[in-house]
């Protein structure tokens, strides 16, 4: 039989994922939509099954710092959507990251990071994990090779965005994905601008995903959250450099995770370890909330993607901007390697440079009304941020230019209005800016 | 703590223990695992009587999981090794718990020896286990649509998660362990399911416990009970609306049946 007459049952579609994995209607009271179980702590049915529970015999749940009804739903939908095995739901973006790091890194331990990080992350790698040490050594994210020349004996991950910030590097990581697994190391990867609408890197090659949910995933800028999913895809036992999961942990009574849990040894190591300890677990009312978002989000990447374009087709023409980076773009040094990755889509963020630098951006800021001026994205309605005189604003010229920051760049986050509304924002805050630039 | 690894006739074998520690004398229970699988389905009731003292045996078939191969394609060839391990861990006497292939193994071995079974556990069982022609061939070639359907076909029509397991996605858990299943393993396995022969179950006179998914579509319910009709001492447990898959799909409920006969058999 030649091999394509192999036919695989059709799996479910993604937009049925986003509705319906996780959940069934609530046993208890039929109800459709997933209950919020806002309980600290669940009764036990007799002393043996509480025993069963914290021996991880039992299925079922204990205290919500551990898992939740409600948290496990959001778990096994992102989980769903990104094709891992399981998933963990965070206090946050940044809590995501910390847990998938302290997971597998122990002090001695190094990590090999593309350069182009959200500014939290690079505070953790560049400033806070030394503290603990663990030491992060930064790389162009467009050089596979220079991820390869960066890995040491005891580096244990590598970890890059799959749209860079503020450049919108396109992570490759199909080949970062090689270089990490000839080291035998995994790959981690901060899928947020994306989501998995628009990318799934388990399927490309990653073995870990981190999302900050307060962006697309629950889209409405209404919480913070974070997702960690594991795609059950990395052999730790194979790799030998991972004694957190393949070594008797005296924490658990000498389990060995990596043996008893398989595929599932990170999730399950980071759930009865990096959750105990560290905490940081999602408040079950943030993970209705971010449920909600997922139940459109299909219908809302489309149309951030397609306001972009239109916004990013506007400003492209625009005499008061000097330039636009969107991988789409042609003029983006990624726009092949977004089309092969991200074909549905490069996103909804993206940065433009404003004539007239610093006083032009100001100005031009001042003088929006729909878009909102603050510091998010992946919000339903359309935000913007001038660096150069926020974030960034101690920094001279030379050191924005060295950040990849130019003093007239302007990031924009698109979203869901009509797009001839953010057009016409955008049109005259920019013949506003033009006076200043003159 | 870690299983076992005991070499024979030249090859590793791996036993789960469920991180037990069990005193000298602790009556034993085996667990064989499905086509495809490893010790790990085990996970959870092997740490359950380990923790209640019995002495747990998860093995990994040839070429499974953290066992040396080449696959066995027949059940008896399973079962002649599954006697031929527990000589070599000193369990003279256990109870066999198998699922799917495994279940036929564990079938096989109470019959073949009946003094060393004190009780018998089939889950999502059937004998014979045919093999529907697309899956067998997707599996000979090595092609991923093999995994896909038996993944898709093992677990419950329509059944998009509510994993009572927190936060791991069953469907998506199910495929990552098949896919690490080495070439070749997964048809041996169907063969061995395809090409077994029960020829009457009459001389088993341990105590048996079948558990069938109602809406088990790789071992139908129908095929369960009539596998239970031919065991002289059978308890059945029925499971509503649960798959192939029923220790992903129905943990607890797994479990729950298997306590009685595991301990006080």
Known sequence: ?438 | MSGSRLRLEGKTVYVGNGSGHPDAGAASVVFVHGAGMDHTVWALPARHFARRGLRVAAVDLPGHGRSEGPAFDSINAMSDWLAAVLAALDIDRAAIVGHSMGSLVAYRFAMSQPDRCRALALLGTSAPMPVTGPLMNAARDNHHAAFDMANTWSHSTGTLGANANPGIWMLGAGERLLERSRPGVFHADLTACNGFDAGGGGRIGSPCLVIVGDDDLMTPARAGLDVASTLADATIVRLPGCGHAMLNERPNEVLDALIPIVTDA
Not at chain 1, 71 to 90: D, F, K, Q, T, Y
Not at chain 1, 111 to 128: D, E, F, K, M, P
Not at chain 1, 211 to 238: N, Q
Request: net charge negative; proline share 6%; glycine share 10%.
């Open chain 1, 1 to 438: 039989m030649a091999d394509d007459e192999h036919r695989a049952p059709r799996p479910t579609g993604f937009d049925t994922l986003a509705l319906h994995a996780g959940q069934r209607p609530d046993p208890a009271t039929g109800a459709r939509a997933t209950p919020i179980y806002q309980s600290a702590a669940f009764v036990f049915p007799d002393s043996d099954f509480a025993v069963g529970l914290f021996n991880i015999e039992r299925a079922g749940h204990v205290y919500s710092r551990l898992s939740n009804p409600t948290n496990a739903v959001l778990e096994e939908r992102i989980s769903a959507l990104e094709h891992g095995v399981g998933a963990i739901a965070v206090a946050s973006g940044q809590a995501a990251m910390h847990l998938a790091v302290a997971t597998i890194c122990s002090a001695g331990d190094h990590i090999v990071a593309s350069r182009s990080l959200y500014g939290g992350t690079h505070n953790l790698l560049q400033y806070t994990l030394p503290r603990f040490g663990i030491e992060t050594t930064f790389v162009d994210p467009r050089s596979p090779g220079a991820f390869a020349a960066a890995i040491r004996d005891n580096t244990r991950l590598v970890f890059g965005e799959i749209l860079g910030n503020p450049g919108l590097e396109v992570l490759d990581v199909p080949a970062v994905a090689d270089v990490a697994h000839a080291a035998k190391l995994p790959l981690l990867v901060d899928s947020t601008f994306a989501t998995p609408y628009l990318c799934r890197p388990i399927d490309l090659g990653a073995d870990l995903v981190i999302h900050s949910a307060t962006k697309f995933l629950s889209g409405h800028g209404i919480v913070i959250g974070g997702l960690m999913v594991d795609g059950g895809t990395f052999d730790w036992e194979a790799s030998g450099k991972f004694p957190t999961l393949t070594a008797p942990y005296d924490g658990f009574h000498d389990l060995v995770f990596a043996e008893e849990f398989g595929t599932q040894a990170f999730v399950t190591r980071a759930r009865r370890e990096g959750l105990r300890d560290f905490g940081a677990c999602m408040a079950p009312t943030t993970a209705f909330h971010v449920l909600q978002g997922l139940e459109t989000l299909p219908l809302r990447m489309q149309k951030h993607v397609a306001n972009t374009r239109e916004v990013v087709a506007f400003l492209g023409n625009h005499e008061a901007v000097d330039s636009v980076s969107y991988p789409e773009l042609p003029s983006h040094p990624d726009h092949d390697l977004a089309a092969r990755l991200l074909p549905n889509g490069a996103g909804a963020v993206f940065s433009f440079d404003i004539r007239g630098g610093r006083e032009a951006g100001r100005t031009f800021i001042e003088n929006l009304s729909t878009f909102s001026h603050l510091a998010n994205v992946g919000d339903a309605k359309s935000l913007v941020i001038h660096p150069a005189s926020t974030t960034h604003h101690r920094m001279d010229a030379d050191a924005l230019a060295s950040a990849g920051i130019g003093e007239g760049l302007v990031r924009l986050s698109i979203g869901l209005e009509d797009p001839r509304d953010l057009i016409d924002d955008l049109g005259r805050a920019l013949r506003r800016a033009s006076r200043v630039a003159r």
